[in-house]
C-alpha cells in the first residue's frame, strides 16, 4: 500500500481538524487543542472528543466488541449529549447492516483481500494517529506509576510500549515499528510525568531507586527482595559469618529469613536491609533494624551482618552508623539497643565506635541452647557519629 501524504498543519484533537501552527499557542500545541477549541466550556470539549471516539469506532472493519461496547455505553451515559446522540444513531445504522458475532475477539484478523494493514516507522505517523498513541503511551505509564508506585523500566516498560503498539494496531490497522522518534517520546514521556507528580508533591522513582533507605559515602543500604535469594545464601550460608547463630543457613532458613524481613518492612516499616558495594554493586551483607523484646522490655535492635570477603574495611561500621542516623533522625526514636555475644570481639567494637554502652545482659535460647548475650544501648540524646 502506498504511503499516505502527511496533512499539513497541525492536528486538533478536539474538532479533529488538522490548522495552521499559529492556530496553536503553549500548551495547546503539545495537547494538539487549537485556540478555538481551547475557549470551549470542558463539558464541551469532552463530549466533542466522544464524537470523535465513536466516529473511529464506526469506520473501523470489522467493528470489535470493544467498539460495539463504547456505542452502546455512550448512547446510555451521554443520551442527552451530542455524543450520545451520534452514538445512537450510529447504532441504529450498524444494526441494520452488522450485528456483533458472540465470538468475536478484540484483534479480529482483517478481511483477506479488503484491508490491508500498513507498516509504518514511528516518526512518519500523521498527527492524528501519533497523538493517540501517544496518549494511550502516557495514560498507561501514569496508571503503572499510580499502581506500582515507581517508574517502569526494564521488561515492565517493555510489556507497556508492546501493549500501546498492539492497541494502536487494533485501531488503525497500523503496525508502528518503533523507532529512535519513539524512544525519545517514551523517554519524555516519563520524564514529564515525574515532573507533574513532583509538582503535585509526590516524589516517585526507578523500582530500583524506590528500594534504597539509606545511603553512605560507600554503601547504599536498600530493602531485601526475593531477587536476592543467590546473593544473601553465598553470605549466611558461612558459618564463620553467622557465628552467632552456630552454624550457616540453608537456602530454606534464608527463604524464611527474607520472608520475615518482608513482613517487618510492612509491620513495622524497617528490618534488616541489604548492604550494597556502590563501587560494585556487590551485595556485601546486611543491616538494620528490628522490633524486639529484651528482658520484658519492648525496644528496636540494631543487627548487622557483613561477608567475612569484605571485613576489616569499616563497612560494618559504615552500615551500623547510617542505621542509627535513620533510627534517631527518621523514626525519632529515642533508644537503639543492640545484643551481641560476648565472645563477638569485633561486634563489640562496631558498636563501641558508634558510642553504644553496655547497659544489661540477657540470655537466648537458639535450637534448644542457651546463648548468653550483652545489651548495648545508644540514646537519641548521645552522640553516635564519631
Known amino acids: 500500500m502506498a504511503k499516505k501524504k502527511k496533512q499539513q498543519g497541525h492536528y486538533c484533537r478536539i474538532c479533529s481538524e488538522y490548522k495552521a501552527n499559529e492556530q496553536f499557542s503553549g500548551k495547546g500545541h503539545s495537547r494538539h487543542i487549537c485556540k478555538e477549541c481551547r475557549s470551549l466550556p470542558d463539558d464541551v470539549k469532552a463530549d466533542m472528543v466522544r464524537c470523535n471516539e465513536v466516529e473511529r469506532a464506526v469506520f473501523k472493519c470489522p467493528m470489535s466488541r470493544q467498539d460495539w461496547e463504547l456505542l452502546e455505553k455512550y448512547a446510555k451515559k451521554y443520551k442527552d449529549k451530542e455524543s450520545g446522540q451520534f452514538a445512537q444513531d450510529m447504532l441504529d445504522m450498524k444494526r441494520g ?19 490491508e494493514e500498513e507498516t509504518i516507522p514511528f516518526a512518519e505517523l500523521e498527527d492524528d494517529i501519533r497523538y493517540q498513541l501517544e496518549e494511550l503511551l502516557a495514560d498507561n505509564i501514569n496508571e503503572f506509576m499510580i499502581h506500582k508506585n515507581y517508574i517502569p523500566e526494564g521488561k515492565e516498560l517493555k510489556d507497556i510500549n508492546e501493549w500501546v503498539m498492539k492497541e494502536t494496531r487494533d485501531t488503525f490497522f497500523i503496525k508502528v515499528i518503533p523507532d529512535a522518534a519513539y524512544d525519545s517520546l517514551v523517554e519524555e514521556t516519563i520524564n514529564r510525568l515525574v515532573k507533574e507528580w513532583k509538582e503535585d508533591g509526590f516524589e516517585i522513582k526507578t523500582y530500583s531507586a524506590s528500594l534504597v533507605v539509606m545511603e553512605t559515602e560507600r554503601l547504599l543500604i536498600r530493602r531485601i527482595t526475593r531477587k536476592d535469594m543467590d546473593a544473601l545464601l553465598a553470605i549466611m550460608g558461612k558459618p564463620e559469618v553467622m557465628y552467632a547463630w552456630e552454624h550457616g ?26 548492604v550494597i558495594l556502590k563501587e560494585s554493586g556487590a551485595l556485601i551483607g546486611q543491616a538494620g533494624l528490628m522490633n524486639s523484646t529484651l528482658n520484658g522490655n519492648e525496644t528496636v535492635e540494631l543487627g548487622y551482618i557483613l561477608d567475612n570477603t569484605y571485613w576489616h574495611n569499616g563497612y560494618g561500621t559504615e552500615a551500623a552508623r547510617a542505621c542509627l542516623e535513620y533510627a534517631f ?26 558510642g553504644m554502652t553496655l547497659c544489661d545482659n540477657h540470655t537466648i535460647i537458639y535450637n534448644e541452647k542457651e546463648m548468653p548475650h550483652q545489651i548495648y544501648v545508644a540514646t537519641n540524646s548521645k552522640s553516635y557519629i564519631l
Do not use: H
Open 97 to 115: 447492516n452488522q450485528t456483533p458475532d458472540e465470538d468475536m475477539e478484540e484483534d479480529d484478523v482483517l478481511i483477506e483481500g479488503i484491508y
Open 249 to 274: 543457613f540453608t537456602k530454606k532458613d534464608v527463604r524464611k529469613w527474607i520472608n520475615r524481613q518482608l513482613i517487618r518492612y510492612r509491620k513495622d516499616g524497617f528490618g534488616y536491609f541489604a
Open 329 to 354: 533522625g527518621e523514626l525519632e526514636l529515642k533508644t537503639v539497643c543492640c545484643s551481641i555475644r560476648p565472645e563477638n570481639v569485633a561486634s563489640i567494637r562496631v558498636v563501641e565506635r558508634l
